[in-house]
């Protein structure tokens, strides 16, 4: 089986920033991505790593450690509408397995 | 170009009675996949398609679900008869996926279809 772990809930202000981590353990793996799901949207696709380091994009960034099973998303200059579920998810040859998710709340 | 579209958005029924929602991925994309997620949770496979082939459908309790990718392109996933603990939101995805590579890459989701069972 797999296990995908990330905080439930994080808070922050708008303009700071925010790292959410996730830890993982499966029997295989192709990659791990990073989605953002507005309450009532569908998820849509923010990162993918497959290699050890980290990923720039913009004001997201996403780092990879495969010996460690840890990934984490950095959020920088928050801003209001980056309130959303982040879903880490592993490809374990080809099956796609979500986390629950982590609600960031953005306060002003 | 056209997203993956999802009917019907909100459905629902009472117990006992069937189901159906349609999924149409994005042209070209030979792999679908049905979630389900609940409320405060991450989405969970049901089932995976590539092409017309159901290579992974390990997870969809087959007593009650049913899902069907007759021309490899549009999908159809059914509940018959639908309980109280299917309440959730089905999401269909697609991805463009090299044969054999065993990658899922992206996943583009629809909007989903919200079921309500009473």
């Known amino acids: 089986g797999q296990n995908i772990d990330q905080p439930t809930e994080m808070t922050a202000t708008e303009g700071a920033i925010v790292q959410i981590n996730c830890t993982y353990q499966t029997s295989g793996f192709n990659g791990l991505f990073w989605y953002q799901q507005h309450a009532g949207e569908a998820p849509t696709f923010l990162s993918y790593n497959v290699l050890d380091g980290l990923e720039e994009k913009g004001r997201f960034s996403s780092f990879l450690s495969r010996s460690k099973g840890y990934s984490y998303l950095l959020l920088k200059e928050l801003q209001m509408k980056d309130s959303a579920s982040y879903l880490c998810a592993v490809d374990s040859w080809g099956k796609l397995q979500f986390g629950a998710g982590t609600q960031v709340v953005v306060t002003p | 170009e056209a997203g993956v579209v999802q009917s019907p958005r909100y459905k629902i029924i009472e117990k006992k009675q069937p189901v159906a929602f349609w999924c149409n991925p994005i042209s070209g994309h030979n792999t679908l996949y049905w979630y389900l997620q609940n409320l405060g949770q991450g989405p969970e496979l049901l089932i995976r398609y590539e092409n017309e082939e159901a290579v992974d459908d390990s997870q969809l309790p087959k007593d009650r679900f049913s899902a069907e990718r007759l021309k490899g392109v549009d999908s159809t996933l059914k509940i018959q008869p639908a309980e109280l603990g299917d309440s959730a939101v089905y999401l269909c995805?697609?991805?463009?996926?090299?044969?054999?590579?065993?990658?899922?890459?992206?996943?583009?989701f629809g909007e989903g279809s919200r079921l309500t069972v009473l």
């Open positions: 995805a697609s991805s463009l996926v090299g044969s054999g590579t065993g990658n899922t890459g992206e996943l583009f």
